[in-house]
């Protein structure tokens, strides 16, 4: 119920009902007037409150703008450079937000504050006035006419006139003042229903103003976001490939220190404890000590690890001579003498262990050092770029081109260790290479002749792109310019000896091929330089610094690929320079990465194998995946895409195989669950452990663990929700478990028994139990 109307009549009378009317309008404006105080009370707070998160932004802001990313090495490749940047690229996003924040802050005074303000003192305080005042004429009407009533009758006539015309004067007074506060009242009632509004609406839309300049914000940045989404996904990557490979040289270095000992310019260097005389006597100060045969120059620095710095200053001597000192000439272990030059007197030297000074005395005595480079685990020497290495490597390419072009994962998928050593053998008989270029049969499976092709360029006595040269390949791949490391790397190319040269063109012409095929294989040039890149471009040492670069490596092996006719058959026109060799890569803000199309990439989730070089190169082989447009497209349209297996989000979209005459695929793998998750997913593929498999079994990417396994039916349980489509087809819910599980005829499509029901299921929405 709304308050009753106050009519003019009704001042005349002033009856009680008159009087409890007004009454209640005066209580409605009381509560409107304590309403507004609130009001404005609380927009205070709200804008110093918005003050607040302004500022604070800001100097989250400005904190993002002072970090800078510092990568391991000496080059960034284009997705770290974009990650590097990103930091800048949010605080200036946030930046600009905040200037728009500043702009509705500054008006949400006036346009809500000072308005509200103006309303209650203007209006209802004019109305409180008018109260005031009507109240004092009430009082005065009041007391007049009860005055006037108490008049004797036996007053003159004159006087009693003159009372009633006063009482008239005051009644009229009365009644116009009743009239204006009625008049006053009721309008204040009308104006706050748009004066005390208007201010609201005005303040939320700066604040739709505000959003919409952050939506906008939003749209411009998604292009960048969309980019560093791939590069953190392309980094990621990458780190867990160098991270496998830094924690198994690790475990190497703790299992034998000295096998790995990195090759150093110095003939020897270590920490020694020098003798030292002092007043009181002698002491030993521990010094890093580097020793030069050549110029037979000892350099000392004292250092203790436990302070952390420097206990005095260099000191470098020219050896004259060294002798060991026997155990019975003082009281230390592991001593030996050194006589020098320019130094007058013997210096007393202690060595870590007894090992350690066998070293320095090798070392000084001007015996050539051991050094240990990295060797393969594979036999070295048992192949050449001979006649029957490229007939090995003819014969594996053309078995992969007449026979699997088209299979997932090619070169990615290993083969059985047992398998590929046995077809290796039966290749490398200089009977089976004097035969026909084409006598692979079809008994051996296409991922063992690949497995086959790599293991014996890695049984190469050295890469077949040449320890002294893998330097410049990467410092080629760092340049910044792109045509600039494509004409360095057609350069290096053709420095490399005829016979690699030769072998290198064979096999980037055949990876080409294959990359060509990518939308049935998955295997996009960027897969394959992960692939080959660590094989072709192995480096001579194996250190942190060099895994670091493999990403590297795996930008020179693209580069051949999608370069291969021009870098093969035309000459460069002029070699690089040193200079051009070692130009730095500039960090510039306009320096745009490849995009997805340029270097379409395929997820793949890889399991470590056991032998050395296949788990480098299974590993650094995982989860690559392209999230632009274009490589969705082309992905969706010709590929069955897989979740991740380790998933347990039964509401993860998941892309159905298509089958003929089935609907389009449904729902879409372009709808990314978060801006960190990939858009999409291509198939899981992990590689065999088993060495008993045989090769002429089905590949399916659930089964390749369980080669080995005699029972070909098996239980699965679904992982997603599916409406069948057709009558083939089996619906089910999330949690189903299905019974007699086995590969269909349908490529992506498996075939299991549910409710005594048998039919297809995708072989994406499920796991094997």
């Not at 000084?364 to 060797?375: L, Q």
């Not at 094989?535 to 194996?542: H, I, S, Y």
């Amino acid at each position: 119920m709304g308050l009753p109307a106050l009519e003019f009549s009704d001042c005349c009378l002033d009856s009680p009902h008159f009087r409890e009317t007004l009454k209640s309008h005066e209580a409605e404006l009381d509560k409107t007037n304590k309403f507004i105080k609130e009001l404005i009370k609380d927009g205070k707070s709200l804008i110093s409150a918005l003050k607040n998160l302004s500022s604070a932004k800001r100097k989250f802001a400005d904190s993002l703008n002072e970090f800078k990313f510092q990568c391991i090495g000496d080059a960034e490749t284009d997705d770290e450079m974009c990650i590097a940047r990103s930091l800048q690229e949010f605080a200036t996003v946030l930046r600009n937000l905040e200037d728009e924040r500043s702009r509705m802050i500054e008006n949400a005074s006036e346009v809500l504050i000072t308005p509200l303000e103006k309303f209650r003192k203007e209006q209802i305080g004019a109305a409180r006035e008018a109260k005031k005042k009507y109240d004092k004429e009430t009082e005065k009407y009041c007391g007049i006419l009860e005055k006037h009533l108490n008049l004797s009758s036996k007053k003159k006539e004159s006087q009693l006139q003159e009372a009633d015309s006063q009482v008239d004067l005051v009644r009229q007074h009365f009644y116009e003042v009743s009239l204006e506060y009625v008049f006053k009242v009721q309008e204040v009632q009308e104006r706050k229903m748009f004066e005390f509004v208007e201010p609201l609406l005005a303040f939320l839309q700066g604040l739709f103003t505000f959003y919409h300049h952050g939506y906008e914000l939003a749209k411009d940045f998604g292009d960048f976001k969309t980019q560093l989404t791939i590069s953190i996904q392309n980094t990621r990557n990458r780190f867990e490939g160098t991270r496998s490979e830094v924690e198994s040289l690790m475990k190497k270095m703790k299992e034998n220190p000295l096998e790995h000992k990195t090759i150093s310019p110095y003939t020897m260097e270590g920490y020694l404890y020098v003798q030292e005389k002092r007043h009181f006597g002698t002491s030993w100060v521990k010094h890093y000590c580097t020793y030069q045969r050549d110029s037979k120059q000892i350099t000392m620095v004292p250092f203790d690890q436990k302070s952390g710095g420097k206990g005095g200053e260099d000191e470098s001597i020219t050896l004259k001579s060294c002798t060991r000192r026997k155990t019975d000439s003082i009281e230390k272990r592991f001593c030996f003498d050194v006589e020098s030059v320019d130094r007058s007197g013997v210096i007393t030297m202690q060595a870590l262990s007894e090992e350690d000074r066998r070293l320095w005395m090798e070392a000084m005595d001007g015996r050539e050092p051991v050094y240990n480079s990295n060797k393969d685990s594979q036999n070295e020497g048992t192949a050449q770029l001979d006649s029957v290495g490229f007939s090995i490597i003819r014969k594996c390419i053309h078995a992969v081109e007449t026979r699997g072009i088209n299979e997932q994962g090619l070169y990615r998928i290993v083969g059985v260790n047992s398998r590929v050593q046995k077809l290796l053998s039966v290749l490398m008989d200089p009977k089976a290479a004097s035969e026909s270029e084409t006598d692979i049969c079809a008994e051996w499976e296409i991922k063992t002749v690949t497995s086959a092709l790599k293991t014996y360029l890695r049984m190469l006595p050295g890469p077949l792109m040449m320890y002294q040269f893998q330097r410049s390949f990467i410092k080629a791949a760092k340049l910044e310019n792109q045509e600039t490391r494509v004409s360095e790397i057609h350069s290096l190319v053709h420095r490399l000896p005829e016979k690699n040269r030769q072998m290198l063109q064979l096999l980037m012409n055949h990876l080409a091929n294959v990359a060509n095929n990518h939308k049935q294989n998955l295997m996009t040039v960027a897969n394959l330089g992960v692939v080959f890149g660590p094989t072709l471009l192995r480096p001579q040492e194996e250190t942190v610094a060099a895994i670091m670069d493999i990403k590297f490596q795996n930008i020179v092996i693209e580069i051949l690929i999608e370069n291969h006719e021009k870098i093969f058959n035309t000459v460069p026109d002029v070699p690089l320079t040193n200079a051009q060799l070692h130009l730095s890569r500039k960090k510039s803000s306009d320096s745009k990465p490849p995009s997805c199309s340029e270097r379409p990439l395929t997820l793949f989730h890889a399991m470590p194998s056991t032998e050395k070089q296949e788990q480098r190169n299974s590993i650094i082989n995982s989860s690559l995946e392209s999230v632009s447009s274009s490589a969705n497209s082309t992905l969706n349209s010709s590929s069955s895409l897989q979740p991740n297996m380790n998933s347990s989000d039964p509401n993860l979209d998941v892309v159905k195989p298509a089958r003929p005459n089935s609907l389009p695929p449904n729902p879409s793998p372009t709808s990314p669950l978060s801006p960190s998750w990939p858009m999409f997913s291509a198939p899981s593929s992990p590689m065999p452990t088993s060495s008993t498999s045989s090769d002429s079994s089905p590949v399916r990417p659930e089964e390749a663990v369980h080669e080995d396994s005699s029972t070909p039916f098996r239980k699965a349980k679904a992982l997603y929700a599916c409406k069948a489509e057709h009558d083939s087809e089996l619906s089910f819910t999330a949690g189903t478990v299905f019974d007699n599980v086995h590969p269909s005829q349908e490529p992506g499509w498996l075939e299991g028994t549910l409710n005594g029901k048998t039919g297809l299921i995708p072989e994406n929405y499920v796991e094997f139990l």
